[in-house]
Each structure stands twice: as C-alpha cells, then as structure tokens.
C-alpha cells in the first residue's frame, strides 16, 4: 500500500498541483510510512535547494493537504484516503553533500600523488 501511496503521491505533486511556490523538478517522494488501519500515512518529500525554498515548499504542500488526500482516494479508489503528515526528508541533500566531500578528498589525494612524483 505505501509503494502504491507514493506513486500516486508523486504523480499528483508533479501534474495536478499548481502552486507557484513548488519547483516540481527540485521536489520528490522519498518515502511513505502506512499505519496498520490506513488512517495516516507520514510522507517524506526532498526538496533541493535553500531553507527558505525548503520552508516555502513545505508550507505550500500543507495548504494543498486536502486536496492530495482526495486525488489520493481517487487514486487508489477508497472511501477513506488516510490522513497525510508531510515531513521534511534531507537524505538525498545530505547524501549530496557527503559525495562532494569525498570527491573533494579524492581530488585532494591525487594532487598530493602527483607533487610526489
């Protein structure tokens, strides 16, 4: 259920929303925590970019609540679509920031290999 959650989740995000404030190309689905009765669903979205860009993407996102939830249940055709907690998710910049560390340090490393020689 949470797989199908998040694709539908991502397609309404990309296509249906119209806020100016979301950069769909900088926004994404990481992942989506199902309870046991479908009551809540906790999404995690990525959002390249400043902290301002972050704050006004999140804030955007929870103006547009009601209208995920229902795009949700047309989605996956049920009555009751769960209740929908967005949650900021900074893996994927953190995981960027960690790669440009270490090539940074690789970069480093051959240039200390090559004063050798």
Known sequence: MAVEIKRILSTIIQEDIKD???DFTSVSVT???????ISHARVYI??????????ETMQALQNARG????????GIQIRHAPELDFRLDKSIEH???????LEGLKENKEDKEQDNE
């Open 67 to 74: 209208y995920i939830r229902s795009g949700l249940a047309q």
């Open 95 to 101: 995981g960027l920031k960690i790669s440009s560390l």
């Open 20 to 22: 100016p404030r979301i």
């Open 31 to 37: 992942r989506v925590d199902v309870a046991q009765d």
């Open 46 to 55: 990525s959002i390249l970019g400043s902290e301002q860009k972050q704050t």
